[in-house]
């Protein structure tokens, strides 16, 4: 099997087992974790910000960096693929009260004036007002596309004049600052709140960090525990995430080679696929249902996901060669282009 329905099918290598085996650890309720620590303070540092959070899961960080701008009954702006629209269960509004208005872009790429154009920010009592917008970056659903900078800070000029805050879902920023050479700080610098995830690409087990100023991470923290996110000796999975710090960002280069193999595979069956940006590729299915595609692919031994009725999405990462992809890419071509 060739296992590309998600970045998040990894499993720990012997290294990342060794350091969360040697990791110190404390009761992190009691803020007492020295790893986790640790892992709070180097994240916020790399992305420019105060203070961190560490997460159970991307969602829980997405969760609580949006209540930090966001009153129950009012509104954050985002797209209609984000993430926090279709992948969260609703808990921005089942959990914390919070409404979404969205945008639609096909490739997930924000367009600022068209956003600006959604702006109520104090809308008294006739309208929902505009608290936050989000963005993501990389886009998952828009298939791994990376958010140009000049839009983003023409996007954060609009917000910080209107008095809108910004949340940055950044659980792939760390492939767009591999495959661009920005760096994380100015990414996460246009951000009054960022999360990032380890259980993707960077391949540790578990793990979400939410940045922002040191009152707010304060605040995410009630939140945290309110939601029963709180946990004890978790630097045993911090130490998971440090590791994949130290040894799995650069090597991000090596996924999104496997995705332009995968995606040069399926072009080759005379099947138009867009060139993958980082290590997502997302393929219209044309006349076959993506569910029958999914399925067909699965008995050739390639794990793919349906991402919408005639789409399907297949995503690289450390547990599969360039080669493999490439085979993986022939499959999808073959069942395509028949
Ligand atoms: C995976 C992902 C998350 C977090 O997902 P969890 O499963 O809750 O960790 C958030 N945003 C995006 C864009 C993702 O792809």
């Known amino acids: 099997m060739i296992d590309l329905r998600s970045d998040t099918v990894t499993r720990p290598t012997d ?11 404390g009761d992190d309720v009691y803020a007492e974790d020295p790893t986790i620590g640790e892992l709070e303070a180097r994240v916020a540092a790399l992305l420019g910000h105060e203070a961190g959070l560490f997460c159970a899961t991307g969602s829980l960080a997405n ?7 966001v009153a129950p009954g009012q509104e954050v702006l985002c797209d209609s693929g984000a993430h926090i629209a279709r992948a969260e269960m609703g808990a921005h509004g ?50 791994g596309t990376i958010q140009p900078l000049a839009a983003l800070e023409s996007l954060a000029a609009l917000c910080r004049d209107a008095g809108v805050r910004m949340h940055l879902d950044g659980a792939r920023l760390w492939n767009a600052h591999v495959a661009t050479g920005v760096p994380l700080a100015t990414y996460g610098g246009l951000f009054d709140t960022v999360s990032v995830c380890f259980s993707k690409g960077l391949g540790a087990p578990v793990g979400s960090v939410l940045v922002g ?5 304060s605040s995410a923290r009630v939140l945290r525990k309110r939601l029963g996110g709180g946990w004890r ?16 960002v650069e090597r991000l280069a090596d996924d999104h080679a496997g995705a332009r193999a995968f995606a040069d595979a399926v072009r080759a069956a005379g099947v138009a696929v867009t060139e993958p940006e980082t290590n997502i590729v997302v393929v219209p299915t044309g006349a076959h249902p993506a569910a029958e595609v999914v399925a067909r692919a699965s008995e050739r031994g390639v794990r793919i996901s349906a991402v919408g009725a005639r789409v399907v999405r297949a995503v690289t990462h450390l547990d599969v060669t360039t080669a493999r992809c490439a085979d993986a890419g022939a499959v999808l071509g073959e069942i395509l282009g028949a």
Request: aromatic fraction near 4%; charge should be negative.
């Open 94 to 143: 089942a959990l914390t009260g919070v409404t979404m208005r969205t945008w639609v872009t096909p490739d997930g790429r924000v367009d600022p004036a068209g956003v600006e154009a959604l702006f109520s920010p104090d809308a008294g009592p006739y309208l929902v007002s505009t608290a936050c917008v989000e963005v993501e970056n990389t886009h998952n659903f828009g298939g």
């Open 63 to 69: 969760v609580l960096g949006v209540a930090q701008h």
């Open 213 to 217: 100023p040191a009152e707010a991470m």
């Open 15 to 25: 290294a990342m087992r060794a350091a969360m085996a040697a990791a110190p650890v």
């Open 233 to 248: 000796q978790a630097g045993l999975l911090a130490a998971a995430c440090l590791h994949a710090l130290d040894h799995h």
